[in-house]
């Protein structure tokens, strides 16, 4: 594809437009001057580019022609316009059907030697590797990017790709990571002055930071991001960030906080919306913290209700909350109906924290009930997620687990084929641990 000179931009739309050389005259632009500008031997100013720019719009807008251009367009390059032109394609680019398209951008790209747009392009197939749960896909395009945005001193979107990538992260349960790429979302956010992403990095981070356990720090950064948020404008996100600090108060062992947080929170949502579903599924699991399994399973109904209805991707966190609930209170088989259910949704929804959480769960029944063979089973389900996420975490967790697991039943081999894969698990971190230089 072919893109043009300002002189030839400028002839292309005039004729398209039916209009003369002399329309686009006024007391600053003369006839001869345009065909200067048309044969390329004269350019425009910014001034006189707006100015063609305000007549094209206007006798477009009289003809039924949806023009919209402005004098940074007249002025392009025939690079700048490849690159604008690549831009605005890419918006049509929403799914995986869609990159089939691609392949005419990076040629273009390729041509007019624009790297911006190839990271633009690694952008979007990473977001669309991440809306497809495809967390490692989408990990493996934003490096890419990444790489690009660095070299090249494209900085506008280097705090957005900081951010996916420890979304990714997050997502498949690697949180150190996910912390190191926030933080460095936030330091360049703060750099390009972009408080969207700076705002989307704390309450990200505070997330993080709750699920390895520094519930201080976590609360620490909910504090910072309410500070910011404008509750009538912003009350999905205030409502999930004071759930965060609730949760951390709950594992802080402060039950009574935690439920305080969670009732205040319901005198600002709707009954039947899907936030109402979330805050009633978290009080159902500090009733059920408190042994209060009744009271537990009440809010747990009045979440499963909502979440049926409005909040499918969250269910299976209801279900599987549930049915431990259920578990405790002797009612077995529809404890293992609705654990198994919620990992279904989970898993379906490449929800890797819960799939793991309500399988090992499910594999505690079963231990249990001292079904043996179910219980391995489940645990090389989790074995297979652990592999493909490359999680040492879990590797390690499951394969002790399975190593014991065979040691109760006398099967020395396999225990030892678990202990070596572990012991190879543990060998490979310590390489990776940095010598100190005093």
């Known amino acids: 594809m072919e893109f043009s000179t300002q002189g030839e931009r400028l002839k292309k739309i005039r004729k398209m437009l039916k209009m003369k050389q002399r329309e686009l005259q006024d007391k600053n632009i003369t006839r001869g001057f345009i065909s200067m500008i048309e044969s390329g031997r004269s350019t425009m100013s910014k001034e006189t580019a707006s100015a063609i720019a305000e007549k094209f719009n206007k006798r477009a807008k009289e003809i039924g022609i949806n023009l919209n251009i402005d004098g940074k367009y007249l002025l392009m390059t025939p690079a700048e316009e490849a690159e604008y032109y690549c831009i605005q394609k890419l918006k049509e680019i929403n799914n995986e059907e869609d990159l089939s398209k691609i392949n005419e951008l990076l040629e273009i790209a390729e041509k007019y030697q624009r790297k911006r747009v190839n990271a633009l392009i690694d952008i979007k197939i990473g977001d669309i590797m991440y809306n497809a749960n495809k967390y490692i896909d989408a990990i493996l395009n934003y490096n890419k990017a990444l790489e690009l945005l660095m070299m090249y001193g494209f900085k506008e979107q280097i705090p957005y790709v900081y951010n996916m990538l420890g979304v990714c992260k997050m997502n498949i349960t690697d949180y150190a990571e996910a912390i190191f790429y926030f933080d460095k979302a936030i330091s360049f956010a703060d750099e390009t002055n972009d408080k969207s992403i700076r705002n989307k990095a704390i309450y990200n981070i505070s997330l993080c930071y709750k699920h390895i356990g520094k519930y201080d720090v976590a609360i620490e950064y909910v504090e910072k991001f309410l500070k910011d948020c404008n509750k009538s404008d912003e009350l999905i996100n205030y409502i999930y960030a004071s759930s965060i600090k609730a949760n951390c108060f709950r594992a802080m062992g402060l039950l009574e906080k935690s439920i305080d947080v969670y009732k205040n ?167 990776k641990i940095p010598e100190i230089h005093h």
Do not use: P, W
Request: glycine letters at 4%; hydrophobic letters at 35%; one cysteine or more.
């Open 265 to 431: 929170l319901l005198n600002d949502v709707i009954d039947e919306n899907s936030l109402a579903g979330l805050i009633y599924s978290n009080i159902g699991e500090i009733y059920a913290d408190l042994n209060d399994y009744e009271k537990s399973l009440e809010y747990f109904d009045k979440a499963e209700k909502i979440r049926r209805s409005k909040d499918e991707k969250l269910l299976s966190h209801t279900l599987i909350e549930k049915a431990n609930v259920l578990f405790k209170m002797g009612n077995i088989k529809k404890s293992i109906s609705l654990m198994e259910e919620g990992i279904s949704i989970a898993n379906k929804n490449n929800d890797i924290e819960y799939f793991i959480m309500g399988n090992y769960r499910l594999a505690d029944i079963y231990n249990q009930l001292n079904d043996r063979e179910k219980v391995i089973h489940i645990y090389n389900k989790i074995l297979e997620v652990a592999k493909n996420i490359n999680s040492s975490k879990e590797l390690l967790k499951v394969h002790i687990k399975l190593s014991i697991l065979y040691l109760k039943d006398d099967n020395v081999d396999k225990c030892k084929n678990h202990l070596s894969e572990a012991d190879k698990i543990i060998s490979g971190s310590v390489d």
